[in-house]
């Protein structure tokens, strides 16, 4: 912990200098840095950015799980099969899953709605408020996530988790994905594709494979740039976060439910 | 107490027999493996800083990587596999954690647990 605050420190002195020159350049222009790069990044994330999505629920066409596949397949969740002799039902309860469709109802209108439900991204993530080890986390720019290599596997966020939006692996995982490392008795969920963020990309699979279906149902970007695409559509739509009454200022949010 | 003192340096004596071996068994990767680092002179430090110190560089890549979203590659385990993973016969590559290879080869020696591959890639993509 003693050496993670040294550094932070550390980077705050080297890059001190840097920011105040900057700044004086041109008196009166202030420099703006994008969250968007080119490359995989060398420097820490700030919490200038807030990655946060808005899903529109109207355009969450029935019966398409292509955002569900499309997760399985980026982050490597479809490697692994039900166990042999495994009940079909407990596993279908307990494999893993990053984001899973729900079905609402209205119960006095009988509307039906449909939604996809992953980590909400919280800005106050009780997942983070139980862990013991420090393994749930929430990374500077919002993203919530689980360290795997200090988890040690208790559960007590999955317990904590108001969205039910993670899940245990109980198997080892014979073919490891590069980009998504992962294995027996770590707690996992959606991570808003770290790994394409870091290198620079800006879309997540379920965007894009939302988009691929023609329903741009799910609009990803930073929440902290007013100009960003889902700055923009969350100012113009009305949308709403799920459990608000949690007060935990999830960055995703729902329009159409 | 003069007796302990020379059992004491004599179990030094053994103990640093013991901890130098590895790293003449190791040579054997060297000279027997067909990976990029064996016709390389050094890794990306000195080979005794690699040797004593490769934990260490992992885990605060680890790190910075996990937590603080740095992608660099000069410490990172990817880059340890993609240039110390061998090739067999047929051109494929060898686990880097199957038996006698470069990471199990001294890891199986000195009976150190490798916990690195139950979720990260052991050959390079």
Known sequence: MTEKT?????????????????????????????GAQAAARDTAVSDKVRWGMLVDSNKCADACTACVDACNKENGLDMHKMPEGADADTWDQQKPQWIRTVKLRDITTGRESKLPMMC???????CEDVCPTGASFRRADGIVMVDRHICIGCRYCMMACPYKARTFLHENVDIKPELAPRGKGCVESCNFCVHRLDNGETTTACQDACAKEGHHAIIF??????????????????????????????????SGI | ???????????????????????????????NGNSRATEVEACVAPTDQMRRNHMEMIMHQRDITVHEGIRKTDNS???????????????????????????????????????CFSCHATVPR
């Open chain 1, 6 to 34: 040294n550094l932070a420190r550390r980077n705050f002195l080297t890059k001190m200098p840097a920011a105040a020159a900057a700044a004086t350049v041109v008196p009166g222009v202030v420099l703006h840095s994008t």
């Open chain 1, 120 to 126: 909400q991204h919280c800005e106050k993530p009780p």
């Open chain 1, 221 to 254: 970007g930073d929440l902290n740039d007013p100009e960003s695409q889902v700055s923009k559509a969350l100012k113009k739509y009305p949308s709403q976060q799920i459990r608000a009454d949690l007060k935990l200022n999830p960055g995703v949010r729902y």
């Open chain 2, 1 to 31: 107490m003069l007796k302990s003192c020379f059992t004491g340096k004599l179990f030094a004596l053994l103990l640093l027999v013991v901890l130098a071996s590895p790293a003449s068994a190791d040579k054997n990767w060297r000279e």
């Open chain 2, 77 to 115: 385990l990817k880059g340890c596999i993609s240039c110390h993973a061998n090739k067999d016969d047929s051109g494929k590559y060898i686990p880097v954690n199957a038996e006698g290879q470069f990471c199990a080869g001294c890891h199986s020696y000195v009976a150190a647990q490798l916990d």
